[in-house]
């Protein structure tokens, strides 16, 4: 067993990485659950307001529908009738009409009813109650909502050139006799959404290639959505869109789907963002309602103790790796008063702490160069320095991983075979003394060593073994045994 440190740095570097990685595997896990939570809240929001606004539209629905019940009543219809059946000219109609519906619209508008309109069988405009001057235009082409009411004889409604439109149906004697509107802007449905979700701010976007001739006739009314430039939205309904705009959010509306975004604010805070699609009269989707909403706690939290969560991941990363680095610091350190510098083995103290508890079978090699002492003379100490580290590598070479071998003193080696007889050493130490013969030594003539063998006894102290080992040196050497001793 020799010192091998790039193998220890190795093993240390492996060990840095191996908790590299499994903070980093922890590190995405965090972030992936928290990615899945923050989802599952966005999809439970979009549920959520998702219901909210179908019952708000059918709540809004359902009173239109019981208004036109009391004011779209059999004394209309009879009077529209008696237009189609030549009884009373259209300007007579048109001023009765007006005398009737024009305070009864006042009261309307107030409420947030935009327009007022009646409409004959074939979609021409009889009267627009807020511009009795205008009318006798045909719409049926560019109002699918017209279109929709006079071929299915039914109510429609449905957001429609960015107002919410509700059409009824007007009959005298099962004859159509005329459609009757109310248009409304988004604002009452907006007041009773933020009624029941305080804090919630809610905002309507159209898309521009159905509203692009309202736009064209009032650009001082709408402006291009800061999400999706291919929306437009009402510049007096707007402050959603600020916050989204300060947020820097922008994505692509169509396809048409209902989604929830949950963005960052500074300085820390996060908001939920969700977008819930429209439907035109003919059932298609034509804009959107978008949900800004006010801080979520759930969002708050989870964020919070995510970040915490990945903080303390990094803190124990970077100090169990801090804490490998040292102990293997601390190792090389203490390796270092065990190891001899030149050679790179162990020293007299390294050996004794590398054969450990005095339990195994050892035979022991004593190994010797002889004259080390003259080629220092002779070559140089560099050179006497180059022999015993090409020694050290040629005796290193022929050990296995459960011997030991390490520099007894200036030119005495000691190599301990594990678990080897006498005649196994003798033949190790052969082969030894063989390839160091005929090693070629850079400017220094042949070098050789001479050894000697001693296998422990039980129990035997590594002093006694080492005695021996030397005593059998002495008598390879040709010296006597008490020459030694003196």
């Given amino acids: 067993m020799m010192h091998k440190s790039g193998n220890e740095w190795l093993i240390t570097v492996m060990r840095c990485a191996g908790v590299f990685i499994v903070g980093l595997f922890l590190y995405r896990e965090v972030d992936r659950y928290t990615d899945n939570e923050l989802k599952a809240i966005a999809e439970r929001t979009t549920q959520m307001e998702r219901r909210l606004l179908s019952m708000e539209l059918e709540t809004l ?3 239109l529908g019981t208004l036109a019940s009391i004011l779209f009543d059999r004394e209309l219809s009879a009077r529209l009738a008696s237009l189609s059946e030549g009884k009373e000219s259209i300007d007579e109609i048109r001023r009765k009409l007006l005398e009737r519906y ?14 007022l309109h009646f409409y004959l069988p074939d979609g021409t405009v009889l009267l627009r109650v807020e511009k009795p001057e205008k009318y006798g235009d045909s719409i049926r082409r560019s109002r699918p909502a017209v279109e929709l009411a006079i071929e299915h004889r039914t109510a429609v409604y449905g957001f ?43 905002q309507t976007a159209f898309e521009y290639d159905r509203m692009r001739e309202i736009v064209e006739k009032h650009p001082d009314l709408y402006e291009k959505c800061s999400v999706d430039p291919s929306f437009v939205v009402r510049r007096d309904i707007r402050d959603a869109l600020e916050i989204l705009r300060e947020a820097g959010f922008r994505t692509f509306l169509i396809p048409y789907r209902d989604f929830s975004e949950i963005l960052s604010l500074p300085p820390d805070r996060h908001i939920v963002v969700t977008f819930l699609p429209l439907s035109t009269p003919d059932g298609e989707r034509g804009g959107y309602c978008i949900v800004l909403h006010g801080e979520n706690p759930s969002v708050e939290t989870l964020l919070s103790t995510s970040m915490i969560v990945k903080m303390t991941i990094l803190l124990v990363v970077t100090v169990v790796i801090l804490l490998i680095l040292m102990i293997h610091l601390y190792r090389i350190k203490s390796k270092e008063a065990h190891i001899d510098p030149l ?17 195994k079978r050892y035979a022991l090699i004593f190994i010797d160069i002889d004259g080390l002492g003259k080629i220092n003379e002779v070559y140089g100490k560099a050179k006497g320095d180059a022999v015993l580290r090409s020694v050290t590598r040629i005796i290193g070479s022929h050990i296995r991983r459960e011997d030991l071998f390490c520099r007894y003193g200036g ?61 059998d040196l002495k008598k390879a050497k040709g010296e006597s045994v008490s020459d030694h001793g003196s």
Avoid: W
Wanted: a positive charge; aromatic letters at 8%; hydrophobic letters at 40%.
């Fill in 160 to 202: 429609e050139h960015g107002l919410y439109r509700a059409l009824y149906p007007l009959f005298h004697r099962k004859a159509l006799v005329g459609i009757a509107e109310f248009s409304l802007p988004f604002t009452p449905v907006k007041r009773e959404l933020e009624k029941v979700s305080p804090g919630n701010i809610y």
């Fill in 102 to 115: 024009a305070p009864i619209y006042e009261r309307l508008h107030s409420h947030n009813v935009e327009r």
């Fill in 343 to 359: 050679t790179g083995i162990y020293n007299r103290k390294g050996c004794i702490v590398g054969l450990g508890p005095q339990r």
């Fill in 61 to 63: 629905e359902n009173r």
């Fill in 411 to 471: 030119d005495e080696f000691l190599l301990f075979i594990a678990n080897a007889t006498e005649e196994q050493a003798r033949i190790i130490a052969d082969k030894i003394g063989k390839h160091i013969s005929i090693h070629r030594f850079d400017d220094v003539e042949k070098v050789t060593i001479h050894m000697g063998i001693a296998i422990r006894r039980r129990n035997e102290s590594i002093g006694s073994l080492i005695a021996r080992a030397v005593k």
